[in-house]
């Protein structure tokens, strides 16, 4: 087995690019040639994204700037949706507002309570050029919105405000994801 290779895939895993990289912040560019390439890509992404314990992974998290994610996500009933879309467009998202945990491959270790809609509809194309539909609800809507949000340059944190903006952006200070050295923890001496 090749290092960096998920068993029974063909796709290699790729360097995950992380908060502060410029490429997770552009807008990423429409697909134009459905070929090897592309489908090559895609089962990278897949192999990246299983290889980091991830539910769904955007292109330009491993620095690809085109429009293309891939999944294996459940919904609230524990059904999985499995899958990849290029050229992706959010078509509706709508529903109640959930405010949930949701972290990034590319934020390690930063969870904050992000608002999303329970409901999502994304419409694009296979690597082999097909149209499809996909609908989720619950957490994967999460998901759809989340990969959606990756494509046009946004990351979870910009839907976060308030106090969990604040506390999130702290972590992100502590971790050194934000390009500075690692801050220590502070104690808090009422918790222990």
């Given amino acids: 087995m090749r290092r960096g290779t998920i068993p029974g895939s063909s796709g290699r895993v790729r360097p995950m690019r992380l908060l502060g990289d410029p490429g997770l912040v552009a807008p990423c560019e ?3 040639d459905f070929d090897a390439d592309l489908a090559t890509l895609v089962e990278d992404m897949f192999a990246t994204m299983y290889a980091a314990g991830g539910v769904g992974l955007a292109a330009n998290q491993i620095g690809v700037p085109l429009k293309v ?6 919904d609230d009933e524990d059904r999985r949706h499995l899958g990849h879309l290029v050229n992706p467009r959010l078509v509706t998202a709508e529903g109640i507002t959930v405010r949930g945990p949701e972290v990034c491959l590319s934020v390690p270790g930063i969870e904050a309570g992000t608002p999303r809609f329970d409901e999502a509809v994304v419409e694009g194309f296979t690597a082999d050029g097909r149209a499809v539909q996909v609908r989720g609800t619950g ?3 999460r ?3 989340h990969e959606c949000d990756h494509l046009r340059g946004g990351l979870y944190l910009d839907h976060v405000t308030g106090l969990r903006r604040r506390r999130a952006l702290r972590a992100v ?12 923890p502070v104690l808090d001496r009422r918790t222990g």
Avoid: H, K, M, N
């Fill in 139 to 141: 957490f994967f809507a």
């Fill in 69 to 74: 994610f891939v999944y294996d996500c459940p």
């Fill in 173 to 184: 200070r502590r971790s050194g994801l934000d390009g500075a050295p690692p801050q220590a």
């Fill in 143 to 145: 998901c759809l919105q």
């Fill in 30 to 32: 429409e697909v134009t």
